[in-house]
């Protein structure tokens, strides 16, 4: 069998197997990546959750020696919700960002290349193959764009003709050598909606994201989050959506084709105040399913006080005190503290009184006073 019809083979079965879109690019080094990511680091703009070893990030042979094909896919989901649940005086609602609908991508993804890593190696059963999805070291968005799949935009995501930016990637490395595909033009052009729109100016240039200020990443954090970040966050309880929203080129586009990903809506735009009194089993029944749980509950309930405050909701200061009394995380503590300021009343300044004679957190104690303050003005 040629190398041109072992690629036409994997290409029908990836259609077969209900793969959006597949590329093939070259293992070579990722030169010009590895200089971003150099400069990434140096500016301070990691996230933290990547490796962090750049080696490993831009050079495919550290996964798979004698690497010579990456296999690169994308899966199609939704942008919009059928009949969304609304917020309403007493009921407000928090939002999972659009790539925690339906369930974790991590395992479809998973799925769909283990079935092709199967037919690879039932064509070419010698064949050596590793298979990553978001968590592996190589950058899928770089891969993609090497792979012709699409180009990667000015807000730093994977953008397809087909699918906009609203798509999964997941990739394979394989020492067999299959005939790589040219990447695609980049169509931002002079656009720039997208950089002008973010919410915190996590996108310091065309390209460029500071994950630090990043909306997305700061919901996964699971310590306090900075001030001038609480404003911005708004109801978001995981992920952020803004800088693919105004891209035009998701202007009109929806794919609800793959029913793993279909949202269930009381769980994308939950209700606020139950998540505040949600155990650990109650939340991993509820919510674990969904990629945007791999945190855990604390930065969700974190967020969701956050978000509260946003509404001010005065139907939330009772949970919100009790948290801020009797909760044995500082974190959640703190952040009820500067919710029960934010929304104000007697009755959240009576509890934080209370909590100022008892709490021997530093941070907690910095939070109190400054709740105090925020009433007193």
Not at 8 to 27: H, N, R, T
Not at 242 to 253: A, I, M, W
Not at 298 to 318: E, G, Y
Not at 340 to 345: N, Q, S
């Amino acid at each position: 069998m040629s190398p041109n019809e072992l690629k036409q083979k994997i290409i029908v079965k990836a259609k077969e197997i209900g793969i959006d879109k597949i590329g093939f690019a070259s293992a070579d080094p990722f030169v010009e990546l590895r200089e971003r990511l150099v400069e990434h680091q140096q500016k301070g703009y990691a996230s933290g959750f990547e490796e962090p070893d750049i080696e490993k990030r831009v050079r495919p042979d550290l996964s798979l020696p004698e690497a010579k094909t990456i296999i690169a896919i994308a899966l199609a989901y939704p942008s919009k919700l059928k009949n969304p649940p609304k917020s309403a005086p007493g009921a407000n609602r928090g939002i999972f960002c659009r790539a925690s609908w339906g369930e974790d991508y991590h395992h479809v993804l998973r799925d769909k290349l283990n079935q092709l890593q199967m037919y690879l190696h039932e064509l070419i059963p010698e064949a050596n193959i590793m298979s990553m999805v978001d968590t592996g070291a190589l950058s899928d968005r770089a891969v993609a764009e090497r792979a012709g799949i699409g180009w990667i935009g000015k807000n730093t995501s994977l953008i397809t003709e087909e699918f906009g930016s609203w798509v999964y990637l997941g990739e394979m490395i394989t020492d067999i050598y299959i005939p790589p595909d040219h990447p695609v033009e980049d169509g931002c052009g002079d656009c720039n909606i997208c950089v002008d729109a973010c919410p915190t100016g996590a996108l310091v240039q065309p390209g460029q994201l500071n994950a630090q200020a990043c909306i997305a990443y700061l919901t996964q954090t699971k310590g306090f989050l900075a001030d001038k970040y609480r404003e911005k966050i708004g109801n978001r309880l995981y992920g952020c959506d803004t800088c693919q929203t105004v891209c035009p080129k998701n202007r009109g586009l929806h794919f609800d084709h793959h029913p793993e990903f279909a949202p269930e809506p009381e769980k994308v735009k939950p209700l606020l105040k139950p998540l505040l009194t949600m155990s650990k089993r109650e939340f991993n029944k509820e919510f674990g399913q969904m990629s945007g749980s791999w945190r855990g509950k604390k930065p969700i309930q974190r967020n969701a006080m956050i978000a509260l405050a946003h509404f001010r909701d005065q139907t939330a200061i009772p949970e919100l005190s009790r948290l801020l009394l009797e909760d044995p995380r500082p974190v959640i503590r703190g952040t009820a503290a500067w919710a029960l300021g934010k929304i104000g009343g007697f009755e959240a300044e009576d509890a934080l009184v209370q909590a100022k004679n008892i709490e021997h957190n530093t941070e907690v104690q910095i939070e109190i006073e400054r709740a105090l303050k925020k009433l007193e003005s």
